[in-house]
């Protein structure tokens, strides 16, 4: 490979596996040609990470100022959502007025040129303490509970013991870490 023609993750894992097999068949023992090899090898394996971990950076990079970007944006949202429930609280009241003006047929209806605009009654639940509530409640027909896994809990207890856990077992796996 030229210095201008990068090696890609393919030809690498290729590479690699030839050396291997190379030097299987030859019982370890190495020559000019496969120690020229295994030096472009792991010199082009070595670029090759320099090139994941620039990439790596780069994305990762984008990603928090996405991230930031999206919080702005929430943050923005959420503001608009106030001011949007502070102008419903303030028509509400204006409402109610009416109501007491013109009374409760007359007065909790509005018709414009634009829609209409009502008072609406309705019943609203308030439960003031939701975890007292379930502990008070729990054999009632209206409390449910979702089976969650704790993967922690059960990871531990299979290390403890390989058939501690039906349906589950421990598996090794591989990561890279670019620090």
């Known amino acids: 490979m030229t210095d201008k023609q990068k090696s890609t993750s393919l030809e690498l894992f290729n590479a690699a596996q030839a050396i291997c097999f190379e030097l299987e068949s030859r019982e370890g023992?190495?020559?000019?040609?496969?120690?020229?090899?295994?030096a472009e090898f792991l010199d082009g394996s070595e670029d090759k990470m320099d090139r994941h971990r620039y990439a790596i950076q780069?994305?990762?990079?984008?990603?928090?100022m996405y991230r930031a970007e999206v919080q702005r944006l929430q943050g923005r949202s959420r503001m608009l959502e106030g001011?949007?429930?502070?102008?419903k609280q303030h028509a509400r009241l204006v409402m109610e007025a009416r109501v007491e003006m013109l009374g409760e047929k007359d007065g909790r209806k509005l018709e414009?040129?634009?829609?209409?605009v009502y008072l609406q009654k309705r019943d609203k639940l308030v439960i003031d303490d939701d975890d007292?509530?379930?502990d008070l409640n729990?054999?009632?027909p209206f409390i449910t509970y979702v089976p969650k896994i704790d993967k922690r809990a059960v990871l531990a207890a299979l290390k403890a013991d390989d058939n501690a856990v039906q349906l589950?077992?421990?598996?090794?796996s591989?990561?890279?870490?670019?620090?």
């Open 29 to 38: 023992v190495t020559d000019e040609d496969l120690d020229a090899a295994i």
């Open 58 to 64: 780069m994305f990762q990079s984008q990603s928090k």
């Open 83 to 87: 001011i949007v429930d502070r102008i």
């Open 112 to 116: 414009t040129d634009n829609g209409i």
């Open 132 to 134: 007292a509530f379930c």
């Open 138 to 140: 729990h054999t009632k």
């Open 168 to 172: 589950a077992r421990v598996e090794k």
């Open 174 to 179: 591989v990561s890279v870490v670019f620090k």
